[in-house]
């Protein structure tokens, strides 16, 4: 995969996800998501700061294991629900930016450890597509994941998600039977039963 489809990737995860922000809504930021122990407001935090650490990444050419705390959430009178959308939206549109003007194939640190940037563009295409279904999942609206996407998602999820690095960052792949869609088959590899969270919501 080239560095230029790779960055497409990217504004397609992210272009997906900001398509099911507008079913967010304060009542539903305490719901379980398919990321086990998370709440639907835990994961909009989560994903706005893997939108920060991939614009670290282009701005620096680093990423700190531990980044910096984000700018405050807002005013305590405001709608907790609007406050995370407008974040993720805000950063979403800085990354297209930032990425779409970048040398994709520089090097960028990953808490000391030396990557291409287009591997780094790769791992954030993933995550924000899985964490977009996840949100739309919590928030009662699921969306499935585009089947182009899913499918062009599968290989580098396969090399970059493996029983080595998959500790602390997706939770064990999860067995499916039978012939399955791109996206069912990236979820599960994910460790997301893709049927189960689908039929709770049916």
């Known amino acids: 995969m ?33 990321c086990r122990g998370w709440d639907l407001g835990t994961l909009l935090r989560h994903t706005a700061e893997s939108l920060d650490a991939l614009l670290e990444a282009v701005d620096t050419g680093s990423v700190r294991l531990h980044p910096a705390p984000g700018p405050p959430p807002g005013d305590p009178g405001d709608d907790p629900a609007a406050v995370l959308v407008a974040a993720f939206r805000s950063r979403a549109v800085r990354l297209l930016g930032a990425w779409t003007a970048a040398d994709d194939d520089q090097p960028v640190t990953v808490g000391g450890c030396p990557m291409r940037a287009y591997l780094v563009a790769a791992t954030g295409a993933i995550e924000i597509a899985v964490h977009a279904w996840d949100i739309g999942c919590a928030t009662g609206h699921p969306r499935p994941i585009p089947p182009g996407l899913a499918g062009r998602l599968l290989d580098p999820a396969s090399a970059l998600v493996t029983d080595a690095t998959r500790d602390g960052l997706f939770a064990p792949a999860v067995p499916l ?10 979820l599960a590899h994910l460790g997301r039963d893709p049927r189960a969270f689908q039929a709770r919501e049916a």
Do not use: I, Q
Not at 9 to 30: F, H, I, M, N, Q
């Open 2 to 34: 080239s560095s230029v489809e790779t960055v497409a990737l990217l504004e397609r995860s992210v272009g997906y996800a900001l398509g099911g922000l507008g079913d967010v809504a304060p009542e539903a930021l305490g719901r379980a998501t398919p």
């Open 177 to 186: 039977s039978g012939p399955a869609a791109p996206a069912d088959r990236l």
